[in-house]
Nanobody, 115 residues
Framework: QVQLVESGGGLVQPGGSLRLSCAASRILLRFYDVGWHRQAPGKQRELVASITRGGRTDYVDSVKGRFTISRDNPKNTVYLQMNSLKPDDTGVYYC?????????WGQGTQVTVSS
């Protein structure tokens, strides 16, 4: 069964940085578009960054210039580098892929930005 595992979250002060990782088992991420989603407390889950199989990236306006999504194909991992973090970036971050009509999600990793 496809499994995605996120890691790298934590507590960080405003202005700080974190790098999230999404590792996969039983599939090769290089063949799929991958998205990073965020669910803030009391809000709907939103897509914040995505990377296509071809390497094209896209970001929600609120994170442009601060977040970078990238792939490491030999490690079968997708990263989300988050810089200049703000309190509004707080939430649970999930990676996601779609295979046919099925979406696969990891368990999420908590990011808390607070002084």
């Amino acid at each position: 069964q496809v499994q995605l595992v996120e890691s790298g979250g934590g507590l960080v002060q405003p202005g700080g940085s974190l790098r999230l990782s999404c590792a996969a088992s039983r599939i090769l991420l290089r063949f799929y578009d991958v998205g990073w989603h965020r669910q803030a407390p009391g809000k709907q889950r939103e897509l914040v960054a995505s990377i296509t199989r071809g390497g094209r990236t896209d970001y929600v306006d609120s994170v442009k210039g601060r977040f970078t999504i990238s792939r490491d194909n030999p490690k079968n991992t997708v990263y989300l580098q988050m810089n200049s973090l703000k309190p509004d970036d707080t939430g649970v971050y999930y990676c996601n892929i779609g295979i046919g009509d099925t979406g696969y999600w990891g368990q999420g990793t908590q990011v808390t930005v607070s002084s």
